[in-house]
């Protein structure tokens, strides 16, 4: 199984350290080697937040080489543009639409959203089915041994241990939207 590498891009206040957060430990529940990085700067006041997270059988380091980047979580359109350059293939970037954040409950659910927007894709049916058909047939999402393979209860299990008490039923519902379709 070769690493995968993930960055989650956006601005001070989206909840980008939670979503890359949440990621990790899906991952590690699943026993796989996971690596995160993560670069504030100016949070506090808007600024720039990247979080880049690797995950595999083996990962040796937690940055992310040039022009390696499997998966792009871009909360903010400007942030997110610095790496598309780097993202190797087109259908690595997840974004929020206007449209789907007109879906959502609130907009301080927007982290959890992109994250179970990025999740969905590789969500199996309980009885261990095939996940959801990717937009590219070439995608690694379709491998069967993927290490993203979750089920809908696993992505619901971890918005309800991630978010605090008062939040989890908003972020259910917005988990909702993405993985029942619209």
């Not at 190797?88 to 639409?97: K, M, P, Q």
């Not at 879906?103 to 309980?126: G, I, Q, Y």
């Not at 619901?156 to 241990?161: C, G, T």
């Amino acid at each position: 199984m070769r690493t995968v590498n993930v960055v989650f891009a956006g601005v001070g206040g989206q909840g980008v350290i939670l979503a890359s957060d949440m990621l990790c430990a899906l991952l590690l529940a699943k026993d796989l080697d996971v690596k995160k990085s993560e670069i504030r700067g100016m949070s506090q006041r808007g600024g720039s937040v990247v979080s880049e997270v690797r995950f595999g059988a083996r990962v040796c380091a937690p940055v992310i080489p040039d022009g390696e980047i499997d998966y792009l979580l871009s909360f903010d359109r400007n942030e997110g543009a610095r790496f598309r350059p780097q993202v190797r293939r087109a259908d690595g970037v997840f974004e929020l639409e206007p449209w789907e954040l007109g879906r959502l409950p609130s907009e301080k659910v927007a982290n959890v959203a992109l994250l179970v927007k990025f999740l969905a894709p590789f969500a199996r049916p309980p009885g261990g089915g095939p996940a959801s058909p990717p937009v590219d047939p070439a995608s690694p999402r379709i491998d069967p041994a993927s290490p993203l393979t979750v089920t809908r209860e696993e992505i619901l299990e971890l918005v309800r241990a991630a978010v605090p008490p008062k939040h989890v039923e908003m972020n259910l519902a917005t988990a909702s939207v993405f993985l029942d379709g619209p």
